[in-house]
């Protein structure tokens, strides 16, 4: 069974689905998540999906709240990943190489997962992430320092790195356009 909630955010409002291993969903709610992302997630999993919380959302939802008011830095969390070994490599650098408060480029991921001409490939799989701000895609920007693609929109991607320099101790909010 998978279960979802919404959970408030000062961003709007968000999905968050979790089985009993884990999340394995967090996306905001635009036009980017539609029904069809749940039908997808309730297919790949082969597990039907039905509103209630259990124990992750309970704790997903206590960490965000914590993120959003700048008292959380990481996450603490169970997480159900699915897609290539390359998409869960990118993913797996993005929680554990992209720190709170940083950003880097396509190309930057790229190199550290020792592959500098897959920064194209490093995009897609960023695109691919279904579990927002936990496995943190909003950090990557392109190699220009500009804002570029980001399911929850860029006016979101662009709040979340501000949010994270300001509790960082970083001062300079980003312009990006």
């Not at 390359?86 to 992209?98: A, C, S």
């Not at 709040?159 to 101790?169: A, M, R, V």
Request: aromatic share 8%.
């Amino acid at each position: 069974m998978i279960r979802t909630i919404i959970i408030g955010t000062p961003l709007g409002e968000m999905t968050a689905a979790a089985t009993r291993e884990g999340i394995c969903f967090l996306s905001f709610n635009n036009e980017n998540n539609n029904p069809e992302s749940l039908e997808k997630l309730s297919k790949t999993l082969g597990l039907s999906v039905k509103k209630g919380s259990n124990k992750h959302l309970r704790m997903l939802g206590k960490q965000l709240k914590d993120y959003f008011k700048g008292k959380r830095k990481e996450f603490s969390l169970s997480l159900i990943t699915f897609g290539t070994d390359f998409q869960k490599r990118v993913w797996e650098n993005l929680i554990h190489n992209t720190p709170y408060g940083t950003t880097k480029s396509y190309k930057d991921q790229a190199a550290e997962l020792r592959n500098s001409k897959s920064a194209r490939a490093v995009a897609r799989a960023n695109a691919s992430n279904r579990i927002a701000i936990i496995i943190p895609c909003h950090r990557i920007i392109g190699s220009d320092g500009s804002l570029t693609g980001y399911a929850g929109g860029l006016d979101k991607k662009r709040w979340l790195i501000n949010h994270e320099k300001k509790f960082s101790g970083k001062t300079v909010e980003l312009d990006l356009f």
